[in-house]
């Protein structure tokens, strides 16, 4: 039976919206008074489905969705959303809400909005589970200059690389970063040929050439290929973006304290510190990154 | 409450206090750039001081959200403000210290303790 948690600080609506799910379906349902309250129901039920208000004080319903995304993804959040409280409610579904219900709707759409979501996360936890039976990765991916494209990457590499069993947690967080960085390095400084120092002279106008470029040829028709090799031993990951290409010999160390406050270089240093090898080829467009498996004193990586 | 998905800010005494709630991942990322530009503005409002960044809910970040707390950090210096930090992950922990931030800037472990770290703070 999946254990809903409802979340709402008025005592009233939380019977109205508990007493809906009890009615019609089997849902055990758990009840909190606000976001935070709800974090500590997680240790308590281990809920399958969240259903919020979105304004309670302590943490509200926008923060709550931050928090479940971030700490625990595959459960969904629905909103329960008031006259007035659209835009925020767009902010929340941006921000990972599954989906929302007007509250003046709760007796018409409430108890179907739930069982769709719920279809929809079994789905997910199945695709969680297979995940976890992969041994060995290996593949490429081709991006357009794209940067929406990268966090979706980036979670499914995260993923890739704790299902493997490369790395634990943490380390795997740590390669997350340095892709990232390096993602964003052949987007920006190689495909669109952006210039750090441009951002340090003016923000607004690094920004307009990046909007100018990605619509405009030849930068908007390039490329970022991504090849993947992830075993349990090691992970090889081959970014190349078709720009010129620069000679990172050339990049200021940004821990120098003259370059602290500048915004050279700290991409390059985070690859550098969370991967084990980082080699650029001659023209300086192609990174190639190594993670390696390190056993820890139990055995486990 | 504001609307705001990137970051949530309250006023204690002279410090504004910045919850970060999810990561920036780009300079290009309208939302954040715009939320952000609103925290500069409320930095500089005439009753704050000193800027607290609680990292509770993000596990890491990168060389973006780096970057715009040296801008913050900057605005403060100019009127003797402090930035302060708290509840950082291990690897925030190491990113900060990996960019050497952790001799610009100090790392608690609590919010109370970010709080008694800037002294006048109300």
């Known amino acids: 039976m999946p254990t809903i948690l409802v979340v709402d600080d008025s005592a009233v609506d939380r019977r109205l919206v508990g007493g809906l799910l009890e009615k019609v379906a089997t849902f055990n349902v758990q009840y909190a008074t606000d976001g935070r309250d709800a974090m500590q129901q997680f240790e308590v039920c281990d809920p399958d489905l969240v259903v919020t208000d979105l304004i309670m004080p302590e943490m509200d319903g926008l923060e709550l969705v931050g928090n479940v995304v971030s700490q625990h993804p595959l459960v969904p959040v629905i909103l329960m959303t008031g006259k007035g409280s659209e835009e925020i409610a767009v902010k929340a579904l941006r921000a990972g809400a599954a989906s929302y219900v007007p509250k003046n709707e709760l007796n018409n759409l409430l108890v179907q909005t739930v069982n769709d979501v719920l279809t929809v996360a079994r789905g997910d936890r199945s695709q969680a589970r297979l995940m976890d039976c992969m041994v060995r990765n290996e593949c490429t991916f081709v991006l357009k200059s794209d940067e929406s494209m990268i966090p979706p990457l980036i979670n499914y590499l995260h993923r890739c690389v704790r299902s493997v069993g490369l790395c634990d947690e943490t380390n795997s967080v740590r390669v997350c970063v340095a892709l990232e960085e390096a993602l964003r390095n052949a987007l920006h400084h190689g495909n669109l040929e952006l210039a750090s120092s441009l951002r340090e002279e003016d923000n607004n106008k690094y920004l307009d050439l990046y909007e100018e470029r990605r619509v405009t040829s030849p930068y908007r028709d390039r490329r970022i290929s991504i090849e993947i090799n992830v075993t349990p031993e090691s992970g090889s990951f081959v970014i190349r973006d078709e720009g010129p290409g620069f000679d990172p010999r050339e990049l200021p160390d940004p821990t120098d304290p003259a370059n602290l406050e500048k915004a050279t270089g700290r991409g390059l240093l985070l690859m550098r510190t969370f991967m084990d090898d980082v080699a650029f080829n001659k023209q300086g467009n192609q990174v190639t990154m190594i993670k390696r498996s390190k056993p820890s004193k139990n055995g486990s990586t | ?122």
């Open chain 2, 1 to 122: 409450m504001d609307g705001s998905i990137f970051f949530s800010a309250d006023t204690k005494g002279n410090v504004l206090v910045v919850t970060l709630l999810r990561s920036v991942g780009s300079i290009a990322e309208n939302d954040a750039r715009d939320e952000w530009a609103d925290l500069l503005e409320q930095a500089d409002d005439e009753g704050i001081q000193h800027v607290l960044l609680d990292f509770t809910a993000l596990h890491y970040f990168g060389s973006v959200m780096l970057e715009w707390m040296v801008t913050l950090w900057k605005k403060l210096r100019e009127r003797e403000g402090k930035l302060a930090i708290c509840n950082v992950s291990s690897v925030g922990r190491e990113i900060l210290h990996t960019a050497k931030f952790d001799t610009l800037w100090d790392i608690h472990e609590s919010r109370d303790e970010a709080f008694s770290s800037l002294g006048d703070a109300a």
